[in-house]
């Protein structure tokens, strides 16, 4: 007993003092800045999830460049788990898309978090797609190259080959504003952190730019999910370790126990649904290089996957 | 009492402490299969299978390339960046890929592993004041006369863009880039066209680009089609679909089948089989739909094919050998012998039906190791 609570101890501490305040996000987005201090893990069996739920995915650049906490959400992805069915789907949002941000004004979606944190992203997204969210999880650069290294690398079949010549040297350099040149050969194979994260991160060498990596971005998202199907109890200290820092999240530990037996039994890939908000969803021509959102389209669509 | 009280929460406190650490550092210690890493193909661990195949078999991993010789794996280059292998047609010598920091050059190598010559130069004298003047050389392969090198080379850049789709070259064997010729042009933000395989009349390669180009109803996303080009700026012609979506040719050694993958544009590989004319490809074959199958590669004596495929789930890539009876149609069953004694005059015997053939399965060579999926295969016979 003794030892399970001190196994658990690192994990337990690492989410408590990265979630800090958790950010509830139900049932009303009026408390989404509120903070609960005393939420403490339920002590009472983790039951099944049965009703469906949705999950915001940040990712964010968050190198030296960035004052702690304020930070682009690069990455802004809306899950939506429906247990009964075992479907999923996973909608990418662009970083690009002007929007009316939660905390005034407009502006680049992607720029929510840095003025408010989780609680403005997610009132951001909640307001213009007119969805609810019910949890977020964000992970920074480096935790998601040390969380794929952690778990031993994972298996995609990159789409193309990835070639960037002004990729961003900023993750282990001490000049941030640098560039490096990756090349992430096409086809089946076990990816590492570092290329992996080259895979979803690079955008230059794509015609779609960042709508292009975003479907990159699902795949190694799904991978992970695979991957993560095959780890023991034994793998979470070096786990625990790789997210230092580099994951905040809303979900408290007796929510992670009831939806680890859940992911597990998501198996039919077919039963993913993934969603790119490209053309007619979007199109140039806003600010500052920003996409304008076909909003008659994208609600429609958002409303039947994301009820 | 109280006071045995405090003494007994402070013993179990250091209990909790020292249990709990103790527990943890040693689970900490025990991670799971799939998240160890891949051990060197020349550790002494049991191997899957005792199968030999014949010749030697030169892969890669973690930037080292490895023989196969003799049921053995030799280290025959340090871990310095090295990939790609192929070998002269006549046996002689290996072409490989070495990468450096921000670029990658072809040598030639010797059977052995010694670097023998430098045949590009693609590091730039600036550095990385101007990162587009580094260039990427990938998939080194000579032609049968041994006079041309096949590559794919990311020559064609425009000045101030972002494009760095490679297309496939061709030069002079110990000429120079200036020499190369451009024998496609690569596309236009899509990954290029990779991995040239020099045939009779021109060479075939994957041209990654968005299907919507060359179908209405394709989605449009970047996809790999196998294609063929019979000069030099000639605008190739398409092999497989774009829902296809086929990459990493192989010729067969008798030079009338062509083996890839095919993803169908999901996270799946199928080991694909189709016969060539030096035109057109014939219809498909799918062998393997359940293995995530990287590099088919033919043996030379056409016994069977080679590829890297995970050992389980989400691993590593393994080394892995298709006997050529799994992909080849068994013969007909032979017509059923008259039963001998003369005139039947009752009902006919119900034929006794041969006993089914057992499907012959793909045998794994390696375990615990983790070879380059990217890379090709080379296999000398």
Not at chain 1, 261 to 267: E, H, M, V, W, Y
Request: charged share 15%; glycine share 10%.
């Amino acid at each position: 007993m003794a030892g399970a609570f001190a196994y658990f101890l690192p994990a337990a501490k690492a989410a408590w003092d990265t979630t800090g305040a958790v950010v509830r996000v139900t049932p009303s987005p009026t408390d989404l800045f509120t903070t609960s201090p005393t939420a403490t893990p339920s002590a009472t069996p983790a039951a099944a999830i049965t009703g469906a739920f949705t999950i915001l995915l940040l990712g964010s650049d968050d190198d030296s460049k960035f004052y702690s906490d304020h930070v682009l959400t690069q990455s802004m992805i809306l899950v939506r788990v429906v247990p009964s069915s075992k479907q999923v789907t996973m909608l990418s949002i662009p970083r690009d898309l002007y929007v009316h941000l939660s905390t005034g004004g407009f502006g680049k979606i992607d720029g929510a978090y840095s003025y408010g944190g989780a609680g403005a992203a997610i009132a951001t997204v909640e307001q213009d797609f007119g969805v609810h969210v019910d949890d977020y999880i964000w992970v920074g650069l480096l935790g998601l190259i040390k969380l794929i290294d952690a778990i031993g690398g994972i298996d995609v079949v990159t789409s193309n080959p990835v070639l960037d010549d002004y990729y961003p040297a900023d993750i282990y350099s001490s000049w941030p504003y640098g560039y490096e040149r990756v090349a992430v050969l096409a086809g089946p194979q076990h990816l590492d952190g570092i290329h992996a994260m080259q895979y979803v991160r690079s955008r230059h060498g794509d015609l779609q730019s960042d709508l292009g990596r975003s479907q990159r971005q699902q795949q190694v998202l799904l991978a992970i999910r695979q991957k993560a199907k095959q780890l023991s109890p034994a793998d979470l200290p070096a786990m625990s370790t790789a997210f230092g820092g580099e994951l905040k999240t809303s979900i408290g530990l007796s929510k992670v126990a009831q939806l680890l037996p859940l992911a597990g039994s998501f198996d039919n890939p077919d039963a993913i649904r993934q969603i790119i908000l490209a053309s007619p969803y979007t199109h140039g021509g806003a600010p500052d290089g920003s996409l304008f959102a076909n909003w008659d389209a994208i609600l429609p669509l958002v409303h039947q996957y994301f009820p | 009492m109280m006071i045995s009280r405090f003494i007994l929460a402070g013993v179990l406190a250091v209990v909790v402490v020292l249990g709990g650490t103790s527990t943890y550092m040693y689970l900490g210690s025990k991670q799971s299969r799939v998240a160890a890493p891949p051990e060197k193909p020349t550790a002494a661990t049991p191997r899957a299978q005792a199968t030999t195949l014949p010749g030697a078999i030169y892969l890669t991993q973690s930037g080292a390339i490895y023989r196969l010789s003799a049921g053995r794996f030799h280290q025959i280059t340090p871990e310095a960046g090295w990939s790609q292998p192929s070998l002269a047609p006549n046996g002689s010598s290996l072409l490989a890929v070495k990468y450096g920091q921000y670029w990658s050059d072809v040598y030639v190598l010797s059977l052995f592993g010694t670097p023998t010559r430098q045949l590009t130069s693609n590091q730039a004298r600036q550095g990385m004041n101007d990162p587009s003047l580094n260039h990427w050389s990938f998939f080194p392969r000579l032609s049968q006369d041994g006079g041309t090198l096949w590559m794919t080379y990311d020559g064609l850049k425009c000045d101030g863009c972002f494009d760095v789709s490679p297309a496939v070259y061709s030069m002079p064997f110990g000429g120079t880039i200036r020499q190369a010729r451009a024998w496609t042009d690569g596309g236009y933000y899509s990954g290029g066209d990779q991995q040239p395989i020099p045939v009779p009349g021109g060479v075939i390669y994957t041209k990654y680009d968005y299907g919507s180009k060359y179908d209405a109803k394709a989605e449009n996303k970047l996809v790999g089609m196998m294609w063929f080009s019979n000069r030099a700026g000639a605008y190739g012609r398409e092999l497989t679909t774009p829902s296809e979506d086929c990459r990493t040719p192989s010729l067969s050694p008798a030079g009338n089948q062509l083996a890839m993958i095919c993803t169908y544009g999901k996270q799946v590989s199928y080991l694909t089989i189709a016969s060539w004319n030096g035109s057109t490809l014939g219809p498909r074959t799918t062998i393997l739909t359940n293995q995530l199958v990287a590099q088919p590669t033919w043996a030379p004596d056409g016994s069977g094919i080679a590829y890297l495929a995970p050992a389980v789930p989400d691993g590593p890539f393994q080394l892995w050998w298709l006997p050529k009876a799994a992909y080849t149609a068994p013969p007909p069953s032979p017509p059923p012998t008259p039963t001998p004694g003369g005139p039947h005059n009752g009902p006919l015997p119900t034929p006794t039906p041969p006993p089914p053939i057992p499907p012959v399965k793909p045998i794994q060579l390696t375990t615990n190791n983790g070879f380059d999926a990217t890379s090709p295969i080379a296999w000398l016979g």
